[in-house]
């Protein structure tokens, strides 16, 4: 789609703070150790057996060793500490007596104890005579202990002395007049609990001293009074600075401290699974239903697709609209579909039945987006006419928004903004709950396509021609946050999305055919992704599964990529998940070359190349052409002399003939399973086959019976390509059991389901692959031994038997 020319409060910080690290702190301030020693938060060191009065007088006469570096009472203590929020008490006070480091010096504990008895008189006086951090406002620390004072003073209905402290305790502090305006209101609470709903708070007997406290701490130097949960936020960086160098993490599980963290490329979703080709013009849109298991696509043909994503077929073909679809929403159920069209309609559909609930025809040029509230029951459709509107689901015009030819854009999953981006290269954002205006900001370049985080927190917006660039902005002041650079946007409309497990990356579609995928946290580009012939319009990923994500594109074609199916050594069923038919095999007399072309192949052919290697049936062939679902290769006088591959399709189409498929291994996998050439050595027959419980036994005997050497018991057998453990070798006499030489593997139910050979009966035949290392082993044995065709001194008989000969020689003389 081608581009248009045209030109925190104080309250609040306490109550966040609290939430954050509560855990185990009120049990941390009222345990002691074995000895009865205080276990608390701050500084001191046992010399003699006495407690120490001041934390600058606790230092040990004679420095101790650093513990790798670090500092050992930094240590200690904070291992005391992290003892103690653990719950491990004894353990705690075990570690002071030991190290001779205490927590915390009486002052903090006394301190804290005041703060959370609420002695607020005591607590003021204690907190000037511990070491406050230089940029510390002091007047603030005040404040916080007096709001909490005067809180505590309206729960319990005692009015009058609230009123004092507000007048003559926190009105002088000079704080912030809208907090103390805030904070008289509180005294027409009709109760307890009317106060703590309209104040955010707990009451005295909830977490509300604790979270003073932790808010305090925070202001008092962290060599007296050690912050809150000290390991457990050093581990939280380490985990963090581990996480922005790993450019593949897409997992909401916390890594484990056992190891460096690292994830596994093959983890992340770089390959194409699926190609969706039934529309038949460009496709300009794509989006995951919110449960992740439907996919929606709009295309230049006029028509809708709701795709099943368990089996990828299209449920409905939605065809309404006389214009090309523009855009794509479903609503928070999923029970709906809007759809925007250049027919300057926009419709509403029900997403099980496939049928149009309704029409909205109020825009008078085409209708370019559309988004739903939090809530389902409102929606809005933006267009090139000016004009931005809201509407029930009744298809009735509910507010108006006019001015800005908008090109997309979005309602926050909070409920509160609306977001646009226009022609004119401006972002505007509006209260959505009051419809009001909140800015607007000149963006300097064409921005076609505004994604918002599930957080609320960002918005994410593609640059075009001039630009040329990703751009995250912070949505409540429309400042920079980060740029994505890489991409090529010069005419057309482009689109992106943030994705994977918590929203870690950003990717985008492209004019130049490829999806580019950025780390968000620090705009590091993760890969680019080709496989489109044509611009990438529009790329979603699925909110569900972070391994999953769609792109769409001129090339009428949508690409679903996941994790590339699990690679494997030949044999061992990566690429024989499922048979394959041949559809047609030519011969050309002038070459004397036997052509196979394979239909319906998509699921092995992704990113296929010419001239890659492919195992059809334990045979290792070229690719000679493929398109997304069809293949070919050749086969040479040899190879058909060696397998069996027929020369020509049976007559009935009752019979087809199928084959095994299995790509190349890459070398970045694990080998799970055997070393398979593709290179057959002969061809064997089915001479028995019989039930084992679940499982099926077939016995097979080889053309050539010189390759039973290379079959041994518990060793392994390629037939038609499966790799297949020997249970069991006969041979010797024609006789025996009247077949001569033989061996035989086990099928477990699974095998059976996913391979060729378990369908073939008595009679049948198939190709075999023995193990190439034994008969590496047995040609160097052979020269060795000098059975081989040793070319100077012989083998190693020849010489022993040369220096026999030679020694009783030279006896008789």
Known sequence: MRIENNGLNSQASVADSGRSGANGASAAAVETNGNGAGIRNGSGKLEGGS???????????????????????????????????????????????????????????????????????????????LEINKDADVNALLFYMRQQKFLELLEVADVSKALHVLRTELTPLNQSVEKLHSLSSLMMCISADDLKARAEWDGAAGLSRQQLLSELSKSISASVMIPEHRLASLLDQVKKNQLSKCLYHNTANSPSLYTDHHCDRNQFPLSTVEILTDHKDEVWFVQFSNDGARLATGSKDHTVIIWDLEDFRPIHHLKEHTGAITYLRWSPDDSKLLSCSQDKHAKLWDTTTGGCIRTMNAHTDWVSSCAWAPDGLTFVTGSVDKEMILWNLLGENIHTWTGARVYDLVVTADGTRLAAVCTQHKLHVFNFVTREKEYERDLGGVSTCISVSKDSRYILLNMGAGVQELRLLNIETGADVRHFSGTKQEEFVVRNCFGGADENFVVSGSEDSNVYVWRKENGALVEVLPGHSGIVNCVAWNPTNPYMFASAGDDRNVRIWSKAPQPQLKGKMKGVADSFTISSITHSEATQTTTLTITDATPILTDAHLGDSISVSGTCLTITSFTKDTFTVDLSPETLRRTTFPQSLPPSSSSPVQVNLERAVSGDVRFGGHFVQGHVDTI?????????????????????????????????????????????????????????????????????????????????????????????????????????????????????????VERKLAERK
């Open 684 to 804: 064997a027959g089915i001479i028995d086959r019989r039930p084992d419980g679940s499982s099926v036994v077939l016995r097979f005997r080889p053309r050539d019976r010189e390759v039973m050497k290379y079959v041994v018991e518990k060793g392994y057998v390629t037939i038609d390509g499966a790799s297949l453990t020997v249970i069991a070798v006969g041979g010797g006499s024609e006789e025996g059991e009247g077949q001569g030489w033989w061996w035989e593997v086990m099928l477990v139910e699974y095998t059976q389901e996913k391979i060729i050979t378990a369908r073939k009966q008595v009679g049948e035949e198939v190709n075999v692959e023995v193990d190439i290392t034994g008969k590496y082993i047995e040609k160097q044995v052979l020269a060795y031994l000098g059975a081989g065709d040793g070319e100077t001194r012989g083998g190693l008989l020849e010489r022993i038997v040369e220096r026999v």
């Open 51 to 129: 407690t120490a009065s001041s934390f600058t007088m606790l230092a040990p006469p004679t420095p101790k060793p650093s513990y790798f570096g670090h500092d050992r009472e930094e240590i200690t203590r904070i291992v005391i500490q992290s003892l103690v929020d653990l719950g491990y008490h004894k353990a705690a006070g075990v570690l002071e007596e030991e190290s001779e480091y205490t927590l915390e010096s009486p002052e903090v504990s006394e301190f804290r104890d005041a703060v959370l008895q609420g002695q607020w008189n005591k607590a003021e006086e204690l907190l000037f005579g």
